[in-house]
């Protein structure tokens, strides 16, 4: 079955230091990736997929199929940054999505 | 444009009582998804509707849990015999196709309806 497994439940970094949010997952095809983020008392939202290659809020996030592996880096962390952040996968021909426990990221001043 | 709208945002109800949980999804989505998301977890599948049909209930835990969506867009989550292990948030997305892999649509989430079973 295929699982993400986020390994930190919590994060704390200080503003300005590099942040990684590990994520890695256990799939045999070709799985979607997805790093969704959950501000405070806001809606989960989509931050951003492995697909598009994009970097949203300064956030990139590599797929590394030998390590099975979808980490979320950004070299510099800003408070605004502290949020719930989760892990998604889905399969590659199925629409559901397919979550890690998530990690609370919380930046210090 | 509005997002995706839930009520009620809390249910308190008691050990066996019936409850509806409503989502209105975003106007045009077709795609719509009820995930469960109980305290330190992830959000869990419970089912999704292309349009009016449920084309995937896979993830609804037993046949106390069901849902429908009659008119192609509001949705209702319906759970009989409520149980304490029931309790968590409820959360419905939407997206305007219901497909994965690359051709994979931004699902857009309420904020979620927190029901608790005493």
């Known amino acids: 079955a295929q699982r993400v497994t986020q390994p930190e439940k919590l994060l704390s970094v200080f503003k300005g230091a590099p942040v990684e949010l590990k994520c890695n997952y256990s799939?045999?095809?070709?799985?979607?990736l997805f790093w969704y983020v959950q501000y405070s008392r806001q809606r989960l939202q989509l931050l951003l997929r492995?697909?598009?290659?994009?970097s949203i809020k300064g956030f990139t996030a590599d797929l590394n199929k030998g390590e099975t592996s979808f980490h979320l880096k950004k070299p510099f962390a800003q408070e605004e940054d502290s949020a719930m952040y989760y892990c998604?996968?889905?399969?590659?021909?199925?629409?559901?999505?397919?979550w890690g426990a998530g990690t609370k990221l919380i930046i210090k001043p | 444009g509005a997002g995706v709208s839930q009520t009620p945002s809390n249910k308190v109800t008691e050990k066996g009582k019936y409850v509806e949980l409503r989502c209105d999804p975003i106007?045009?989505?077709?795609?719509l998804y009820w995930y469960r998301q109980s305290l330190g977890q992830g959000p869990e599948f419970l089912i999704y509707?292309?349009?009016?049909?449920?084309?995937?209930d896979s993830g609804l835990p037993n046949d106390r849990f069901f849902a429908v969506r009659p008119e192609g867009s509001v949705s209702t989550l319906k759970i009989q015999r409520t149980e304490r292990g029931d309790s968590a948030v409820y959360l419905c997305?939407?997206?305007?196709?219901?497909?994965?892999?690359?051709?994979?649509?931004?699902?857009?989430f309420g904020p979620g309806t927190r029901l608790t079973v005493l």
């Open positions: 998604a996968l889905s399969e590659d021909s199925n629409y559901q999505l397919i």
């Open positions: 106007s045009g989505h077709t795609a």
């Open positions: 799939y045999s095809g070709s799985p979607e």
């Open positions: 997305a939407s997206s305007e196709l219901g497909t994965g892999g690359p051709n994979y649509n931004e699902q857009f």
């Open positions: 492995h697909i598009s290659r994009e």
């Open positions: 509707f292309q349009g009016t049909g449920a084309a995937d």
